[in-house]
């Protein structure tokens, strides 16, 4: 079983919809979750990041978190076309292990 | 700017010729990191360090050495680089929070090496 796991998609939405990407976790003890953005070719960058229970919301970008059911999801609202890109799912088990997902593709179609 | 350097960012090499990827940061960041990301695998955490001179294995270490001797630069050796060494390499720094745990990592640019 993978640390954390993510859909590979590709996940296709018109533009001006909400994305809804979704990643699950296998170590319960972990406390810090983060979402990146990694455009094909270049360095992922932060988009989110959540340490506690419920949402977190950053301009179009919700994060949601529920260590119960070991699960993080990242909403983007009116998705545009430059939201295109792969999104990591980040989950810090403890403090000095990283462990990522795959990816989901996201294409946000004009 | 805060940022993280790694160099070179693309190299073609062939099997058993050591070589040495730098990476630096300029934000005094206790933690660095080395992943390689390859398609449908993701990021791979290869060694890190959580300061001077602490350095450890990560998920893939084989084939890979690291050193610690500066806060500010982890390069990344490959001692004798073969064909499944060919992938995406990226460096990352991140502090560390009041209770140990992670800040925000920062990536570098990558690197892409191929061996032949």
């Known amino acids: 079983q993978k640390e954390v796991e993510q859909n590979s998609g590709p996940l296709s939405v018109p533009e001006g919809a909400i994305a809804s990407l979704n990643c699950t976790y296998s170590?319960?003890?972990?406390?810090?979750f983060f979402w990146y953005r990694q455009y094909s070719g270049k360095s992922p960058e932060l988009i989110m990041s959540i340490y506690s229970n419920g949402d977190k919301e950053d301009g179009r970008f919700t994060a949601q978190l529920n260590k119960a059911s070991q699960y993080v999801s990242l909403l983007i609202r009116d998705s545009q076309p430059s939201d295109s890109a792969t999104y990591l799912c980040?989950?810090?088990?403890?403090?000095?292990?990283?462990?990522f997902g795959s990816g989901t593709k996201l294409n946000v179609k004009p | 700017e805060a940022q993280v350097t790694q160099n070179p960012r693309y190299l073609i090499t062939v099997t058993g010729k050591k070589l040495t990827v730098t990476c630096s940061q300029n934000m005094n960041h206790e933690y660095m990191s080395w992943y390689r990301q390859d398609p449908g695998l993701g990021l791979r955490q290869i060694y890190y360090?959580?300061?001077?001179?602490?350095?450890d294995k990560g998920d893939v270490p084989e084939g890979y050495k690291v050193s610690r001797k500066e806060k500010r630069n982890f390069p990344l050796i490959l001692e004798s680089p073969s064909p499944n060494q060919t992938s995406l390499y990226f460096c990352?720094?991140?502090?560390?929070?009041?209770?140990?745990?992670?800040?925000?990592?920062?990536f570098g640019p990558g690197t892409r090496l191929l061996v032949l």
């Open positions: 360090s959580m300061n001077v001179e602490v350095t």
């Open positions: 980040a989950v810090n088990p403890y403090f000095n292990k990283f462990y």
């Open positions: 170590d319960r003890g972990s406390q810090s």
């Open positions: 990352a720094s991140s502090s560390l929070g009041g209770t140990g745990s992670q800040e925000t990592q920062y």
